[in-house]
């Protein structure tokens, strides 16, 4: 599809320098220069998709998205609704990966269910510049990861998680600030209590 037509059609805007294979993207994203959305691709309405953004057919983001620079999303990875992206954090779909041209591999990679680990960012969940997020992770809700971290784990929702490996080390409000000790917001002044290590407003 071109560019002129997802505009027009859509109400999306698509630079002229990206590349927009997909018919479903939704109404007031803006996909920026260099990016290349692939076919099958699915793209919800006001998402930002920033300059040399790759998203693979297969892939699925949600509406108000915020996908920052150099991200790539592979085929299995779901993003939900008002998720961050941030630049160059990286995704994977395969926990054990080869050239699927190598004839010793070439029959596993004839089927996606064979190799394709899914991986899901919840709602408003935010990942840090060059996090790294190993494949078949959970990102919960509102959860944030911490710029570099590697994720080998499933994050909770509203967890902090910072390092390599990943660690949580305390929670953040849904408006991301991190939590004082007591559980409260310190920019909006929500407080929570924290049952079962699940966090919930007070």
């Not at 029959?107 to 969940?125: C, F, I, Q």
Request: proline share 4%.
């Amino acid at each position: 599809m071109s560019a002129s037509s997802v505009s027009i059609e859509s109400g999306a805007y698509v630079h002229p320098s990206a590349l927009c294979e997909s018919d479903d993207i939704g109404d007031g994203t803006r996909i920026w220069a260099f990016a290349h959305i692939m076919s099958g691709a699915v793209i919800g309405r006001d998402c930002n998709i920033c300059d040399q953004v790759f998203v693979e057919g297969g892939a699925r983001i949600g509406a108000r998205v915020t996908v920052k620079n150099q991200v790539m999303i592979w085929d299995g990875v779901t993003v939900e609704d008002d998720a961050f992206l941030g630049p160059g954090m990286i995704f994977t779909n395969d926990l054990y990966p080869r050239s699927a041209r190598m004839p010793q591999v070439a029959d596993r990679y004839r089927r996606n269910e064979n190799w394709l680990v899914p991986t899901t960012v919840g709602r408003g969940a935010s990942i840090g510049a060059g996090a790294v997020i190993l494949c078949g992770m959970t990102i919960g809700p509102y959860a944030m990861i911490g710029a570099g971290a590697v994720v080998v784990s499933d994050v909770p929702a509203h967890r902090l998680f910072v390092g390599q490996p990943a660690k949580a080390i305390g929670w953040v409000c849904t408006c991301g600030m991190r939590l004082d000790s007591s559980l409260r917001c310190p920019t909006c002044g929500q407080s929570h209590t924290c049952r079962d290590d699940r966090l919930e407003i007070a």
